[in-house]
């Protein structure tokens, strides 16, 4: 089945430090990918919507300035976090549909703290 | 817009016992609907999806869920749960037309005592 491979898995970053996630499709293209947030026990929460070659769409909310996208190609997504701080520690998942839409393909997950 | 609602954050079950994890959802359009789930620190993995055809879907690992239109509901079964079965599951819907975003229910952990 398709993959989707997200990096790193966990890290930890002083705070005012910034944070790079990557998520690749290793078997398939995907000119559109998500990503979500996780706050312990809750769901998910949609941030923002990566287009490749374009610019993202954010969902209310959100700050686009503080959570930077990248689609530069058909298979690598960016999300990275600036300036980041304690209250930005997070599960960050990202996700990407394969084709005409009949389901999506999630990462492994980027368990985020910032001390 | 969607919404999902999990009526249940958390439901602790015998292993062996069946199980019910209730799911329903309010669209003004057709949508998708999936099951997923989550095991700890991961991500998540698609159960089962209903698009279209009989509104009885089955996983592989013995769940289903059945599409309810007129109840707007996706109630996912397992009449026999194993200790493994114990995760967090994800309901969610995405319009059929347009975006594709997932709009995600708030959870069930699935708690599977011996």
């Known amino acids: 089945g398709a993959v989707v491979s997200q990096h790193p898995s966990w890290v930890i970053c002083k705070s005012g430090t910034s944070v790079k996630i990557e998520c690749r499709s290793l078997d398939f293209q995907a000119t559109t990918m998500f990503w979500y947030r996780q706050f312990p026990k809750q769901s998910l929460m949609l941030m923002a919507t990566s287009n490749e070659g374009s610019k993202a769409t954010y969902e209310q909310g959100v700050e686009k300035d503080k959570f930077l996208i990248n689609h530069a190609s058909l298979t690598l997504s960016t999300l990275t976090v600036t300036s980041a701080h304690p209250e930005d520690s997070s599960f960050y998942i990202c996700s990407a549909p394969r084709g005409i839409f009949t389901e999506a393909f999630f990462g492994q997950g980027t368990r985020l703290t910032v001390v | 817009a969607q919404s999902v609602t999990q009526l249940d954050s958390q439901v602790p079950v015998f292993e062996e016992a069946p199980v019910e994890l209730r799911c329903n959802y309010s669209s003004s359009v057709s949508v998708y609907l999936f099951w997923y789930v989550q095991y700890p620190n991961q991500g998540l993995q698609l159960l089962l999806k209903y698009l279209s055809g009989s509104t009885l879907v089955e996983s592989i690992n013995g769940f289903e869920a059945e599409f309810n239109k007129s109840q707007t509901s996706f109630h996912l079964r397992k009449p026999s749960v194993h200790i493994s079965d114990t995760a967090e599951y994800f309901c969610?819907?995405?319009?059929?037309?347009?975006?594709?975003?997932?709009?995600f229910g708030q959870g069930t952990r699935l708690t599977i005592n011996p």
């Open positions: 969610a819907v995405t319009q059929i037309q347009g975006a594709q975003k997932l709009v």
